[in-house]
């Protein structure tokens, strides 16, 4: 663990919002949603790769569509299948 | 949030075709463009962008190495440019316009509130016949007469304010929930007199000289305490009179009459269950039923269902849509049972005691009885109450030349 992950843990501070750290809220396997999110890096139907700061983010599935994406989250529609660090 | 202002506004279906899909969503993201339902393809990608946006992805494409494709327009924005040389278009939509102006200087609706004892209807056509109906102009409506009205015909109706929203006049309105009396004038001097015949019960005088006490037996029209108080001096001799308003709380012991009745045939109201509805459509104020019907009913109600359409809350149009259901019926002539008739009548007494009740009327006894002689029943006979049976009248000998004319208390 890094000295900031400790320091946020002994202040009780949220690693989101301190660290950077990628959030990733799932809906059934239906939709997902990732915030803190560096940039696409691959995007196929059946697969999405981002970047964050914890690293590579994969997400597997079939007819991955993006539904939106702003400045701080992406939300991905379709038949998840695997989501990977 | 973002998302929904911008489908609201005008945006364009576009095919990307890209080797690099990715490069190209993370330098439009780095420039603030967005894009929304992004889905895959073989030559890149499919997706959605405001017009904004898609003016500056102009630099993007070069860096890129991408076409865009615009393949729908969405917005009215673009539909304006569309038919910007259709001159009926822009006809229909300058006549539109206007048209929407000319419906919104009438009133087409009329919407009361707080009114429980006289339903909207029976206040609508009051309204008719003071020349404020659906339809008229709102320059025409004078709310303050309005108001003014309702509350001279009406005693019951305490409080009216009317007000003009949109294409809408709302009458607000408040009744008088409270006790019925006579206004009493408190400048007047007067006496507390028997409305009916009975036996004072208990007197209470605040103000007044009494006349009766408890257990006198009074006769309608006498007077029970009277406004004209003396003043007596040590001697027993009277000094001086002075004129006051008799006040006090008297119950008497009454009998009320009671007399009701109920003709034995009657006509009851039979469906025949054959009914039909009919579609109806309001134009500036006229109702049209669609269809033709060769039914003819001779007895029928008819439920009537209408909704205004409207633009938005304020803003009514002058055109409803509706339905009239004709429900057929027969009257036939039957004849209560005795028992039946027995229900019918004792069930009035009933609601007639308990307005008693809360008028201050407390029964004794009752002494009703019910006889038949085959054609009316006939439910009679009397009821002894105990009841506040005064009222008020002017001081029978009052003179107030040389005396004190003045308000003074006695017990």
């Known amino acids: 663990m890094t000295r900031k992950y400790n320091l946020a843990e002994a202040l009780d501070f949220t690693k989101d919002a301190t660290l950077g750290m990628p959030v990733v809220t799932a809906i059934g396997n239906y939709e997902l949603y990732v915030e803190n999110f560096k940039s696409i890096v691959s995007y196929e139907g059946d697969m999405l790769k981002l970047l964050t700061r914890k690293g590579m983010l994969t997400v597997c599935g079939e007819a991955l569509e993006i539904l939106y994406y702003d400045d701080e989250e992406i939300a991905v529609r379709g038949c998840i299948k695997k989501i990977e660090f | 949030m973002w998302r929904q202002a911008k489908i609201a506004s005008n945006y364009v279906v576009v095919c990307v075709t890209s080797d690099c899909p990715e490069r190209f969503l993370n330098m439009c993201r780095h420039r603030n463009i967005f894009f929304w339902d992004v889905s895959k393809k073989e030559y890149g990608f499919d997706g959605k962008i405001s017009r904004k946006d898609f003016l500056q992805l102009k630099e993007i494409c070069y860096k890129t190495r991408s076409r865009v494709r615009i393949r729908l ?91 003009i929203n949109g294409t809408r006049l709302i009458i607000h309105i408040k009744e008088n ?63 001086e009179k002075i004129y006051t308003q008799a006040d006090a709380d008297i119950m008497i012991k009454t009998l009320l009459p009671y007399e009701d009745s109920l003709e034995a045939s009657h006509e009851v109201k039979y469906y025949t269950g054959r009914k039909k509805r009919k579609l109806m459509i309001g134009l500036f104020g006229t109702d049209i039923e669609i269809g033709f019907s060769l039914q003819r009913y001779v007895n029928a109600d008819v439920l009537t269902q209408n909704s205004v359409l409207r633009l938005t809350d304020s803003f009514f149009l002058p055109i409803s849509l509706g339905s009239k259901d004709y429900l057929e019926y027969e009257m036939r002539t039957e004849e209560y049972e005795p028992e039946e008739a027995e229900e019918i009548l004792y069930a009035k007494l009933n609601r007639y005691l308990k307005e008693l009740l809360e008028n201050k009327v407390q029964i004794l006894d009752n002494s009703v009885k019910i006889d038949s002689n085959g054609i009316v029943y006939r439910l009679s006979g009397t009821l002894t109450a105990s009841m506040p049976a005064f009222s008020y009248a002017p001081v029978a000998d009052f003179d107030p030349v040389g005396d004190g004319h003045e308000k003074a208390g006695s017990g």
């Open chain 2, 177 to 239: 929930d409270g006790a019925k009396g006579e206004p009493v004038n408190e400048e007047d001097e007067r006496d507390i007199v028997a409305s009916a015949d009975g036996t004072v019960e208990s007197i209470v005088t605040r103000k007044g000289t009494p006349l009766v006490k408890e257990g006198d037996t009074v006769k309608k029209g006498q007077v029970l305490v009277s406004g004209a108080v003396s003043i007596i001096d040590d001697a027993g001799t009277e000094t």
């Open chain 2, 73 to 163: 327009r969405r917005g009215i924005r673009f539909v304006l440019f569309k038919y910007r040389k259709h001159y009926s278009f822009l006809a229909g939509m300058c006549l539109s316009g206007l048209m929407l102006y000319a419906c919104s200087l009438f009133a087409w609706d009329i919407s009361f509130t707080g009114n429980s004892e006289y339903t909207d209807s029976f206040l609508a056509k009051y309204l008719s016949t003071i020349g404020v109906h659906a339809g008229m102009p709102l320059r025409d409506i004078d709310c303050s007469s309005i108001e003014h009205s309702l509350r001279s015909e009406y005693d019951n109706i305490t409080w009216v304010s009317a007000q």
